[in-house]
């Protein structure tokens, strides 16, 4: 059992380690640091591993989700706003969506403390890929504006995890 508990935690260690490592010594986003969105969305790096966004399409409801994610996708992190707007160009023709929160009961999210914001258009249901500004975000303690990128394939600019 002692042997199972410490083969255990180096393996934890060295998990740890070795991200932490890969991204000091090759550049974040080259080289091969890379970090997979839990929904295999879009994701979007704000900052510098700061936080996350994984943007995930649901084109048979017309439905666009953005899951804002802590440092390394780590897990769900909750902001304070309630909205998020985000500008989209689709085959050249302007279209604006307002991303809403979303409560979710067995997190105990609400408006004001989710993680999860939600969109629906019509225009999301033939979509296959559009370019995107996302107005602002504030996620913990800073704030991000005009973040641009494409969805599907995200943008080397802003830091995007593919």
């Not at 985000?86 to 604006?96: I, Y």
């Not at 993680?115 to 107005?135: G, V, Y």
């Amino acid at each position: 059992m002692k042997t199972l508990l410490a083969l255990s935690c180096a393996a934890v260690l060295a998990f740890g380690l070795g991200c932490d490592q890969s991204k000091s010594s090759s550049g974040h986003g080259h080289g091969g640091h890379h970090h997979e969105p839990p929904h295999g969305g879009t994701a979007i790096d704000l900052g510098n591993e700061e936080a996350h966004l994984e943007f995930v399409l649901d084109a048979a409801a017309g439905k666009l989700t953005c899951y804002v994610l802590k440092p390394h996708m780590s897990g769900f992190q909750r902001i304070t706003q309630e909205t998020l707007e985000l500008a989209a160009t689709v085959a050249g023709k302007p279209e604006m969506l307002t991303l809403t929160a979303v409560a979710n009961a067995a997190t105990g999210e609400k408006a004001g403390d989710t993680s999860q914001f939600e969109a629906q258009a019509d225009w999301l249901k033939t979509a296959k890929s559009f370019d995107a500004e996302l107005k602002k975000i504030g996620v913990r303690g800073k704030d991000y504006t005009a973040l641009k990128f494409n969805f599907p394939k995200g943008s080397a600019d802003a830091g995007v995890h593919k």
